[in-house]
Structures are given as C-alpha cells and as structure tokens.
C-alpha cells in the first residue's frame, strides 16, 4: 500500500479525496487513492479495506517500506516510522528536503489509534479559519499520529494511502 503525499500543502478547507484521487491519476497510478485523514464519514483507520490492514506493508513511492502493515500505525505509539525512509509527493519529491513544504507537519484529525477527533478536524476539513483547530503531526518526531492541535489556516502536508491493493496482471 503506498502512502504518498499531495503535491503541494493544503490548509484546513481541503477536498482531500478528491486531490488524492485526481493527483494519482496524473501519476498514472491505477490504484484508489483515499486521504490519510479522519472525517465525518470514516476513521483513519478504517481507510483500507478489512482484507489488506494486516498483510501489505505500507511503502514510499519507490517501494521502501514505513510500516509493516496498515494496522502497525494504529497500534497506540503514534504511527512511529523510520525517518530516513523519504515520504514522496505524488511527483517524485521528499516532502521531507523540498521546501514546497516549508512546514515538515501533516493533518490527520485523528487520536493515536486513528479514530477521528471531532474537535480538532477542522470542522470535517472544510474550514481554514484561524479559530478552529486541526489535530496534526510534526514528522521530525517520526510519528504520523503525533497528536498536535494547529490553527486550521496552517497549509500542512496532506497524506494519500492507496486504500485498495490491485496487482499488476502483468507483473
């Protein structure tokens, strides 16, 4: 399962899905592509399908694993991942190193075991006002569900998951 991030940072008022959608099609990935976000709908961690939580391991855009599995980030630890293992944009840059994102921090709306804090979502991700708030997580701390609340005018990196594995026929 890929995890990849927008191309470019988004504040609190985002169509998430929809720019993950769209962005991996301009990649030309065939995957579905859903926003690593809790919203009024779905918890993070109900994102991926059932069948594919426990025995994908989640990888960058070049294949180098993060996580073993979906599940592993829910596991109450914050989603803790190796740093030197790069997050890619769906165009090929480190999120990490590019200074398209000046801010190293991601949204999620999420506790640490990935169910959604309607609190601190930016009111379902469709407000970038100042006053309201937005759970997120510096990824200087190696953790994708640190559990930071930022102002929702912030523009912050916004994560995809590739929410559904297709094997390539031809592979």
């Known amino acids: 399962l890929h995890l990849v991030a ?8 985002m169509r998430a899905d929809f720019q993950c959608f769209r962005q991996a099609q301009l990649a030309s990935l065939t995957s579905t592509y859903r926003a690593f976000l809790s919203s009024h709908l779905q918890d993070l961690a109900t994102v991926v399908r059932k069948t594919d939580r426990h025995h994908l391991p989640v990888v960058n855009l070049e294949g ?26 769906f165009d ?30 930016c009111e379902a991700w469709h407000t970038a006002d100042m006053g309201a708030m937005g759970q997120a ?6 953790k994708l569900l640190d559990q930071k609340v930022y102002s929702c005018n912030n523009k912050f ?15």
């Open 64 to 89: 180098e694993t993060l996580f073993s599995n979906w599940a592993s980030i829910f596991d109450g630890n914050g989603g803790q991942f190796n740093i030197h293992v790069p997050i890619y944009s």
């Open 157 to 171: 990196i916004v994560l995809c998951i590739e929410n559904s594995f297709v094997s390539d026929p031809q592979g």
């Open 137 to 142: 997580s510096p990824l200087n701390t190696g």
């Open 92 to 121: 090929g840059r480190n999120v990490m190193t590019d200074s398209s994102w000046p801010q190293k921090i991601i949204w999620h709306g999420s506790s640490a075991s990935g169910i959604r804090l309607v609190s601190n979502y």
């Open 6 to 13: 927008l191309n470019f940072p988004l504040s609190g008022d």
